[in-house]
């Protein structure tokens, strides 16, 4: 068995002072983070979304069913950037995942720089075509 298909890196850094990333799906399209009334933001996934990594914390906001059983036995917590690229080769992904590293930075205290992590699984199946349900309002801008 070969294993020369590795888990795919996308890094980008954002303009200091910029707004903090909100990613959308790849492959379907969907907002994954959805801001609610009190400015929280939370991780809205579609079934392509293997997980979110927050930088800031070191630790997962968001860990698909799939992505959870991956890594069942594996330390996912306290994670840094390398730390968690070797979790992926680990936890048995290939080149179907994209892993989105989105770098940005604001004021805080000082000026501060974090890197958040979006997996998006392409080895997701399509069976489910066509049963979503909602009716987005949506369009548009
Ligand atoms: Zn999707």
């Known amino acids: 068995m070969k294993s020369a298909s590795k888990p795919q890196l996308a890094s980008v850094e954002q303009p200091f002072g910029g707004t903090p990333p909100r990613p959308h799906c790849p492959i379907c399209g969907r907002a994954v983070l959805r801001v609610d ?5 939370h991780a809205d996934p579609c079934r392509h979304l293997a997980f979110v990594f927050v930088g800031e914390v070191g630790d997962f906001e968001y860990r698909s ?3 959870t ?3 069942a036995h594996r ?9 968690l690229r070797t979790l992926l ?6 080149n179907g995942l994209l892993a989105l590293e989105i770098t940005y930075g604001g004021m805080a205290c000082g000026p501060v720089w974090y890197t958040d992590v979006y997996g998006f699984d392409y080895g997701v199946g399509g069976e489910e075509e066509g049963k979503e349900g ?3 309002g949506g369009g548009g801008a």
Do not use: K, Q, W
């Open 75 to 83: 330390r996912i917590h306290d994670l840094d950037l390398t730390r």
């Open 37 to 41: 009334d009190d400015g929280l933001t």
């Open 69 to 71: 059983r991956r890594t």
């Open 89 to 94: 080769v680990n936890a048995g992904y290939g």
């Open 65 to 67: 069913p799939d992505f």
């Open 134 to 136: 909602g009716s987005e």
